[in-house]
């Protein structure tokens, strides 16, 4: 689904953080120039901290789109790429310092002189954007094509009550296949949490 479209350059407040090659483009995060490498967080932040933006230029350094974003984001590559054009993560920290669900949020994206084309897998719906998360009870690993998701949660029984002790594992597959993207998963009971291996792909659907 594209999410971003052409709009006037410039955002007052705003530093250039990180820039990626992405063939012909270059895809750039902004962030609140008052963010530094050792400081972060977003309270007591007089004003608020400015939402971050993603911002898309041309081989001439013309900014041909961008959009907002999460105000403590970051880039990175993967080895992964849609019909030539590389595919790039977004991530957005939504951590809140506890919980088991709480932490970033990754997104898989291409760029494209029309804006950013986020992975959404087929049949799910647009309203739905989808993210890969990252916290105590959920990750996530690059795989040759696409990427593994792992999640546990509570298994509640046919009467809604949880026991406090019974889990569910579930094991996703996220892949890239002829330009588009497909989600497969399975689940067990079991348990796991995202502070030692991550588990074998064998445990993954195909």
């Known amino acids: 689904m594209l999410l971003l479209s052409p709009l006037a350059a410039g955002a007052s ?7 990626l090659p992405s063939q012909e483009l270059r895809v750039c995060l902004w962030q609140d120039a008052r963010l530094t490498p050792g400081k972060h967080g977003d309270d007591g932040w007089k004003p608020p901290l400015a939402l971050s933006e993603l911002r898309v ?9 961008r959009l907002r974003v999460g105000r403590q984001s970051a880039l990175e590559r993967t080895r992964l790429s849609d019909g030539g054009k590389p595919v790039l993560l977004l991530k957005e920290d939504h951590s809140i310092g ?13 760029a494209t002189a029309g804006g950013i084309r986020f992975a959404q897998p087929e049949g799910r719906p647009p309203a739905q954007p989808f993210a890969m998360a990252s916290s105590l009870k959920s990750g996530w690993k690059e795989a040759s094509d696409g990427f593994l998701l792992v999640s546990c949660a509570p298994d509640f029984p ?15 597959r996220l892949k890239l296949q002829n330009g588009q993207w497909r989600l497969s998963e399975r689940s067990e009971r079991g348990f796991w949490e995202n502070e030692g291996d991550f588990p074998a792909e064998r445990l993954f659907p195909k």
């Open 98 to 110: 506890f919980g088991s669900y709480a932490g970033v949020e990754t997104r898989p994206f291409t």
């Open 13 to 19: 407040g705003l530093a250039q953080r990180q820039c």
């Open 57 to 65: 230029y041309d081989s001439q350094g013309r900014q041909l789109s």
């Open 158 to 172: 046919a009467r809604g009550e949880w026991d406090g002790e019974s889990f569910r594992v579930s094991y996703r």
